[in-house]
């Protein structure tokens, strides 16, 4: 048993290594951050719990490496955890935000455990404790193969998708489809993900071939070979700078010490590839019109994370909350972000993953990572060779290379966020450079066996942990049984997806997402019910279905009352009954009232706002909510088109052709300021002129239902029976059995 245990630990980091980047399954609503945590959770908990048992009860004793790092490590683990209790989303503190997944305390517990499984568990393969009864098998240069071999898999992976070779293998057998993308690869899901992936491993096989001997080193070539030409392919500056930045330090640092004097062409290497960076930088040559991830600017995620930090007391000691980056930036964005294309996206991550750290752990936890880091760097330096690599002597020669993979991965987190791959990248290689560091390491052993009433305590405590892990695994598999479920409830439709959507809230009630997904499905099927005749309606079943659609949303706010998309989905729903529940348009205002408090800067929150006002015939506070849109974004064409109908509202139609005339000549495909401009001139008597944008708008949308009626009513004011029949019937085809059309058809027929 006890050498079982011993092999759950080694080939539970060996798989590890080996499955995080390569690791994604098609079940789940999102593919791989989710799939990758779970992975990781499983694996390093399943080891941790091995590598306990072995010693409490078979070994009789608690033995565990001591290393100058570890109280630097846990100082940030607790720090998370306090950011964690005081979050303003507990729920995307605990598990991480949802669609991102790898920004949550679980996923960073478990690589801080990763990290204390391998400096107690890899040794440098020179070195072994003396007392060691059984020799660990598991050595740094095993692991780093695996993980060559793994990146080997991503690379080819990465080829044939950009490539298209996907699309042809389902020809012969059938693939998920996440697979048939041309930027499909496991790493990232993005191909930016991928490339800062590839940017450290050609740090990794630089050096490999740098630091590896003379042998045969044909792999490493290829492999460098063709990361770069993929790097090259998908042009991101973030993947270029990581490059430069870490091997300008590796060929200045070598200089400095001396490290290749006796071969020193042999950073011929690291310089082409400096050079190859430095005149990519700017040129970006290749373009290939790949897909591309929209990355948040770094001016805007400091700004938004030093805002976040500084907002009070609380945020700066601990910052927002661990994964709560969503908040941060819904309330700290510039309003410069507005005048973007980009203005719609709520960003969910930073693009540097310190100035997330900032912001969403404040300056302690900023604090306590750069003391990681910094000591790292600092003992990793005192112990490199002094000079060069002479026969005659035995220096580190495992640690100068994990020191540049380390470096690589600090540099990227400074360009770029962190996702699975990235981080559980980060803590293996520290924990590996620790291994590497060898003698500051001090191994602590506490003996039970004189002591058997201190055995029967330990070994009860590691009982209770083993029930905690196995009540954790249940929990676990039930929310990811809840994922799949979400994720094949979104290709069915009526009562089906209902039926799916409420299996999944009983597999999860927890989750905000899943709620507000059902909530929409029951506002859907209430909406169908109530477009029926009255004769075919069932009044009963839009009540109760209006009752739960609104029940499930205000839950989501409950659970996650810091979520702006959960007020905004809300809101909606009230919007959308208000004509079939008393009451909906006042719940309905304070919904977008408390999304605007969260989201100040969004003009969408306050025209939503604007239009229930109007409803409501606040015509006043409706025009200071349309006007407030505006300042946020001033050509925002809802603000601008709602502004205009209450004119129109007010009979001021002069005024308001004007507004849309305007709003046209700025953005002259907008079909929705068409379509309105249309309805004033035919109510301005302006037929010809309303006549002309309703046809511009079905040349744009052929199937636009509500312009071609408006022709058919426009024709038919103008007299022109024939044409206005030919209307009325598209939209006949368009909405069958529709009887005030076919009326409307008989009516001029005669």
Do not use: C
């Amino acid at each position: 048993m006890q050498n079982i245990l011993n092999k759950i630990v080694k080939y539970n980091i060996y798989v590890l290594v080996f499955l995080v980047p390569v690791f994604f399954l098609p079940f789940s609503f999102e593919v791989f951050e989710f799939n990758k945590q779970y992975l990781l959770f499983f694996l390093t908990s399943l080891a941790f719990f091995a590598w306990l048992a072995k010693m409490v009860i078979y070994d009789k004793e608690v033995r565990f490496r001591r290393t100058p790092l570890d109280i630097f490590v846990l100082g940030f683990l607790f720090i998370a955890i306090l950011s964690a209790v005081f979050s303003v989303d507990k729920d995307s503190s605990v598990l991480g935000f949802y669609g991102r997944f790898s920004n949550g305390l679980m996923g960073l517990l478990s690589l801080g455990v990763l990290y204390f499984l391998v400096t107690n568990n890899v040794r440098s393969e020179e070195v072994r404790p003396a007392k060691e009864v059984e020799p660990q098998k598991i050595g740094i240069a095993k692991i780093l193969n695996l993980f060559f071999w793994s990146s080997g898999l991503v690379v080819l992976t990465g080829y044939f998708s950009i490539f298209g070779v996907w699309a042809k293998i389902n020809s012969l057998f059938s693939l998920p489809k996440v697979m048939l993308q041309n930027t499909f690869n496991p790493v990232a899901g993005s191909l930016e993900g991928m490339s800062v992936f590839l940017a450290v491993l050609v740090v990794f096989l630089v050096g490999r071939l740098l630091f590896n001997g003379q042998g045969k080193q044909i792999l490493n070539y290829l492999l460098l070979f063709a990361s770069l030409i993929l790097v090259l392919i998908i042009d991101f500056t973030a993947a270029w700078l990581i490059v430069l930045i870490t091997l300008l330090g590796l060929v200045g640092f070598s200089m400095w010490r001396r490290i290749f004097r006796e071969n020193v062409n042999r950073l011929l290497i690291p310089i082409f590839l400096i050079i190859i960076a430095a005149i990519l930088i700017p040129l970006q040559p290749i373009k290939m019109n790949l897909p591309q991830e929209q990355v948040l600017q770094q001016g805007t995620s400091w700004s938004v994370g030093l805002k976040s930090a500084t907002d009070n007391v609380k945020s700066v000691l601990l910052g927002s909350g661990i994964g709560t980056f969503h908040y941060d930036f819904a309330k700290e964005k510039p309003l410069s972000i507005n005048e973007t294309w980009l203005w719609q996206i709520r960003f969910d991550r930073a693009g540097s993953a310190l100035a997330e750290i900032l912001g969403t752990m404040g300056f302690l936890g900023m604090l306590s990572y750069l003391l990681l880091i910094g000591v790292s760097l600092l003992v990793s330096y005192l112990l490199l060779p002094a000079n060069s690599f002479k026969k005659s002597e035995t220096p580190n020669t495992k640690l100068l290379p994990l020191l540049l993979i380390f470096i690589a991965l600090l540099v990227g987190q400074f360009v770029y966020y962190q996702n699975s791959t990235l981080s559980f990248l980060f803590w293996l290689v520290l924990g590996l450079a620790v291994v590497s560091w060898q003698k500051p390491i001090k191994e602590k052993i506490i003996s039970f066996k004189d002591f058997p009433e201190l055995s029967l305590v330990f070994s009860t405590l590691t009982i209770v942990l083993g029930v905690i892990v196995l009540v954790l695994y249940f929990f676990t598999v039930k929310f990811y049984l809840a994922d799949v479920n979400y994720n094949k409830s979104l290709a069915l439709l009526g009562t089906e997806r209902v039926k799916i959507q409420e299996q999944t809230i009983k597999l999860n009630p927890y989750s905000p997402r899943y709620r507000v997904a059902l909530a929409r499905t029951y506002l859907y099927e209430a909406l169908a019910e109530a477009q029926k005749s009255q004769a075919e309606q069932d009044s009963v079943k839009v009540q109760n279905l209006v009752a739960k659609a609104i029940n499930e949303a205000r839950t989501a706010t409950t659970l996650q009352p810091n979520q702006v998309a959960n007020w905004e989905a809300l809101g909606v729903i009230y919007r959308e009954i208000r004509q079939l529940a008393t009451g909906a348009l006042e719940w309905g205002v304070k919904s977008f009232e408390g999304a605007i408090k969260l989201e100040p800067t969004n003009p969408v929150l306050y025209t939503e706002l604007g239009k229930l006002y109007a409803v409501s015939g606040d015509a006043e506070s409706a025009r200071q909510n349309f006007r407030s849109a505006l300042d946020k974004k001033p050509d925002y064409s809802d603000a601008l088109i709602q502004e205009a109908l209450l004119l129109e509202r007010e009979d001021v139609l002069d005024e308001a052709i004007q507004k849309i005339e305007g709003l046209i000549r700025l953005n002259p495909y907008n079909v929705e300021a068409m379509f309105q401009l249309g309805r004033l001139y035919f109510n301005n008597g302006q037929i010809d002129e309303a006549i002309t944008q309703f046809k511009n708008v079905t040349t744009l949308i052929p199937d636009h239902s509500n312009a071609h009626y408006s022709l058919g009513v426009a024709y038919s004011a103008k007299g022109q029976t024939s044409l206005a029949v030919e209307e009325f019937k598209k939209v006949l085809e368009l909405n069958p059995g529709n009887q005030d059309v076919i009326q409307k058809i008989r009516d001029l027929q005669k």
